[in-house]
Structures are given as C-alpha cells and as structure tokens.
C-alpha cells in the first residue's frame, strides 16, 4: 500500500508542478453532476423496491405457493440489487445512524448473525417482530442479511411461509425486517433529496463545514468513496470468497449468495460505481493528454461486468467449478487494475487524493 500512496502523492505532487490541477473552486460542478445524475435517482429507486417488499412477504406468508414464493425471490433479488447500487456510497445519509450496517451486516466471517438469530428464536423474543423494536437492536438482526438467513435454505430455496411450529412468528420476523428496510431506505433518500442537509454541505463547502472546506475536499469524499468501493469488492467480498485456491473456496463468504442473488449484487455494486463515475463527468476537467483514462476505465468495467454476466449459475452451486473460479480469479486482476487506474492515473491528472484508506489490504 505505502507504494501506491508515494505513487499518488507524486501524480498529485506533478499535477500540481505542471498546472494541471483545477483551482479548489471549480469541482462544484461535478459534485451537483454526482449528487443529482446519481446518487438521488440510485436512493430513490432503492427506496422504491423497499417499499415493495413487505407485500410480498405478507402475501407469502398468508399463502405459500409457488407464485408467491417466486414474486418474494424476485422482489427480494430486486432490493438486493438496488441496494448494490448504493452500498459503496459510504458517507452522508447513507451511513448516519448505522443506516448501512443495519440494512447489511456484512462482512460476517463468524457467522454472528446466525447466532444472534437461533438465540433469539430460542427465547422467542417477541421485540423482534416489532419494526421499531427491532431498529434497535443489534444491527446483526436488522436487515437484509438477517432476512436472507430465514427467508431461505442453502440451496437458495424461499423456505418463509412453509409449515412449522414457528411459521408465525418466523414471518412476524420477516416483516418487521422489511418494514424495517423500507424505513432506513426512505431516510436515506430523504437525507439525499434535503437540500439544505448533507447535501448543502457538499456543495456550498466553507471553513466552518467541518471537514468539507473546499469544493475539492468535497469531490474527494465522492471520489474516495469510488475507490473504497472498489477496494470492498476485492478484499471484502470476492478475495474471502475465492480463498487461496479453488479446494478452499468458500462461496458463502459472498454477500447475498444464499439466496442466489451474489452475481446480481456484484455487477450491481461494478454498474453503480461506474454510473457514479460518469455523472461527474471528469473528462471535462482533464487536459487532453488526460483524456484516454476515462475510455480505459470504462473498458474495464464493461469487461469486470460482462465476465460476471456470463457465468451461467448461482456462484454457491458453481463455485466449485473451474470456468466460474477463474472468471472471479480474472475479476479480481479487474479490480486492481480499475483501482490503479482511478486512485492513481484520474486522481493524479484530476490533482485528487488517490482515495486509499484503510480498507486497502494491499
């Protein structure tokens, strides 16, 4: 890592030498393009599947069938999704009050989620079933990962609504989750559409905005958020998953892989941080020497995107398999290369912080 960031701080270091970075004033433009071409419509369409979820759990949990099964899968698949295209936006509305861990408490490597539920269950604790009860408690029991765990089996089968001695208050769970889902969702869209909230300070920095004083310290805030995004995709999610070789493979360290749905959050998450990218339209700050990064990155992305589209089964029954092992095994060289060229090459020729933190594992 100490590498990368010598790199990034001589790209910025020469920018900065040979006039190429932008005066502090002038990224006020791309941070209006992000929040308005981006990161509002991404927020709205999250809090619009939220909201469709909880009937679909009601209804399945009146009648388990195999129409209401499929109609909960898909809707599921679809907040999922959704959320993947907001999950790397890790500042602002979108993590105030624990908003991102309670929608997703992920990385789980110990399995406490699990272990909160069975202990839970074991009790019967009846808070759980309540949805302003349940926002708080441990956010392990909240959220998306926590409905996943009960909604199905680890063959990605929709168990909810099937018959047993705890059917009811299995359910009753369920839809305390999901009503909670749908609040956290409208709060963040709420935070996001403010204009006099987070997004004010984005856009009119000042010394007395904390740490936001400057239109370029705002746009580092979207932009290291960009490359985090990136790091936690390789590190976080697919890295776990691939272990040290294809015998080691572990495909339940991918979010979302019970229920089938870790493809779909993937190219959600990649399709996200690129649509991000483009709404700030950095090209129109590059000098001309500059102007090659963006076709490269967004080369890469179609090739990161294309190569998980082509994998033809839920990667926790596939795996195992050779084809789907390598083609994780070239996405995460992806990765590193998108990551290179976005903290190093666009933030060095933008006159940016190169975005490397403490996620960074390399």
Known sequence: MRNFLIAAAVLSTACLET??????????????QVIDGYIRP???????QASAL???IDALCTTATAQTKEDFADGYRDVVTAFGGVSFLRFGPTIDDHRLDSLAFMPDARGIAQ???RRTFAKKDPSITDPDQLSGKSVAL???TALQLIAFNKDGDVVLGDPGEDRDYICSYASAIAQNVDRIATEIETGWLDEDGYSARLLNPGPDNGQIRTSKEAIETIFNALVTGLIIVKDQELLPTLGSEIKKAKAHRLPFSRSGDGRAYLIAELQGIETALRAAHFEQNLDEEFLW???SIHFEFANGIANLES???PIRQSLKNEKTYQKLTLLVITMNSLRDTIALELAGALGLSGGFNAQDGD
């Open 54 to 56: 909880p009937p679909t």
């Open 19 to 32: 006039g190429t970075a932008l005066a502090a004033d002038t990224y006020t433009a791309n941070v209006r």
């Open 42 to 48: 991404a927020t709205s369409a999250f809090a619009r």
């Open 115 to 117: 272990r909160q539920i």
């Open 311 to 313: 994998l033809d089964a």
């Open 142 to 144: 909240q959220g998306l």
């Open 293 to 295: 990064i963006p076709d």
